[in-house]
């Protein structure tokens, strides 16, 4: 009974760096997160990297935009069906398909670039085909830390160190391409990129653990409460909402900041700006998973996205140094926010439709930051960085009130989360 109660203690203990240590050396783990965090690190790259490359091979930004933005709908829509591969069959066999279709599709798409003066059907075609079969790690990575932490708490844990990994791959990546391009061949980070995800891909699939994953039991994806599709459970569509409302505020900001820099005077002061943000979003993820308040996680993610919205409201004061602490302050609730949508999933949809579900969170974000990066853009050139602002808080806080009211819908349940049934049973075993 001792040793059984050290054990639940041990499975409940999180906070802090021997927390991310346990959970990043659990059983089966470290292949899992090295690959994946080479395949995250890449993947930060390859929109940079195209838009480098195409820029200097034919000179024109209209050229490399209008690629990038192929090439992110693409991602976007592979995300989706990855995910439900993934759920369906485990990560090996599907990554290693991938894998085989998207190093080769890279490899046309690099030669085609430096041939193309022009966006043509088939240059269409290759970008979208090359970013839809990309192997997205950070789906499949996310798919399997329920397998190797079945504790609450522990996962949750794993689900900030995604966050705050992928924050910290989007901070070093651009420089890493920038330096590259000039210092190299301009393709040279596109190349390498590609490169580097195939292989992950590959070591992935391959370590001991993803192939002991063979995907949902054909029993359990029959059953009938079970066969419903992911957008039709109970608080996807409000955590969707929730996704979107994250993506366009990331939108108007990302594409405010700059402009706001430039009408300081300031422009080179963007990059240090967004720096800050990555770096507070990464402080924010580390002291959220210490102690989360509240414990709620329905009632977290409204009050997170709240706390996104006003705290940006000292862009419309201080000059720079007011936009240096909104941006530090609005950072430090971007990760928890990530983090608290990760936690939901497990209790929102079935394990077999976990994968699927993340996949389209992760291309609501991008579509949602799509928008407000083009409706922020629209509206500076005719209004100014502040209204873009303006309307950009109007946005998170618009979306945060309908993630409100529907936020019942959000509130945990025993019948697919079994980490949380098991802690529950865990529990009582001790108290008895």
Known sequence: MRLRSRRIRRDTQHDGASGYRAVLTAHG???????SLLGRLAFAMTNLSLLLYVSATSGSYALAGSMTAVSLIGTAAGAIGQG?????????????????????????????????????????CVVLAQSATQPLLAVVSRSMWPRLVPAVSPRRTAYSYETISTETCYLIAPAIAATLAATLWPGTPLTLASGVITMAAIGFALAPAARR???????????????????????????????LGFGVGVGFVAVGVPAAASALGMPTAAGLLLAAWSVSSVVGGLGYNRRPRPSEASLRLPLLMAAFGLLLCPVFIGGFYGIAAAMI???LTLAPQLTT?????????????????FGWVTTVIALGNAAGQAASGAVIEHSGHKMAFLIGIASI???TAVVSFGRRRLQVTDVFDSGVSRSKTAARTVAT
Not at 29 to 35: E, K, M, N, R
Not at 94 to 110: N, Q
Not at 341 to 357: F, G, K, Y
């Open 29 to 35: 783990a470290p292949p899992l997160v090295v690959w």
């Open 84 to 124: 439900r591969l993934i759920d369906r069959f485990g990560p090996s066999r599907p990554l290693l398909v991938l894998a085989a279709a998207y190093g080769p599709l890279s490899l046309a798409l690099i030669a085609m670039v430096s041939a193309q003066r022009s966006l043509n059907l088939p240059l269409v």
């Open 213 to 243: 994953h063979r995907g949902a039991e054909r029993s359990a994806v029959q059953s009938p409460e079970h066969t419903q599709a992911v957008l039709h459970h109970r608080g996807m569509p409000i955590l969707l909402m929730a996704a």
């Open 329 to 331: 302050l609005t950072g």
């Open 341 to 357: 949508q990760n936690t939901l999933l497990d209790s929102l949809v079935p394990p077999h439709q976990v994968s699927e579900a």
């Open 397 to 399: 806080l618009g979306f």
